[in-house]
């Protein structure tokens, strides 16, 4: 029988990846791979506290997605609170981006990060990383007629923020095909 630090690295091993992934589409690539990858680990730390009650969960994945839902939820509710003091003090300096040279994947993850929080979970938990009502509904502790709301929602604000850029929704294969794309990870920079 193997040890719980043995079944926690064994989980580690299988969900990292899948979990900074999450991480870095639900804060809409802002911190990039680095920032996702500090809140994966910092989920999975806390995940290594309660590793006794995970393992007796039902769905420990789905336990540990919320984790990482809801530490990108406070973590973009302390960057807008940081961000308001900042403009309080200085006249708005213009963000840099960064991202891939992919223009139509840049429209989509700026669309993406232009929707509320809880239409972004439900949009990128259900067409980015494919999971059923069901389970994103238990991943962010909310109905399943919940997520249908916001992820119907949130799809038609991207394709109304998308039909106003150069690349349309149709031409870019829609808004839940290009999510798909978006859930291999984010793109290299050409020359990095």
Known sequence: ???????????FER??????RLAYLL????GGREGADDLAADALVAIW????????A???????????????????????RERRRIA?????????????????????RAALARLPYRKRACVVLRHAFDLSERDTARTLG??????????SRGLAEMQRL???????AEEAGGAPEMLRALSAGPLQHRGG
């Open 1 to 11: 029988m193997a040890s719980p630090s043995e079944d926690f690295h064994a989980f």
């Open 15 to 20: 969900h990292h990846v899948e979990l900074s």
């Open 27 to 30: 804060l809409g690539g802002d």
């Open 49 to 56: 506290h309660r590793w006794n009650r995970m393992t007796e």
């Open 58 to 80: 039902e769905r420990p994945l789905a336990y540990a997605r919320g984790v990482v839902a809801n530490l990108a939820r406070s973590q973009i509710r302390a960057r807008m």
């Open 88 to 108: 309080l003090f200085s006249a708005g300096q213009a963000e840099q981006t960064e991202g891939p040279d992919v223009p139509a994947v840049l429209d989509v």
């Open 142 to 151: 909310i109905s399943v007629g919940t997520v249908k709301s916001q992820t």
């Open 162 to 168: 998308l039909s106003r850029t150069e690349v349309r």
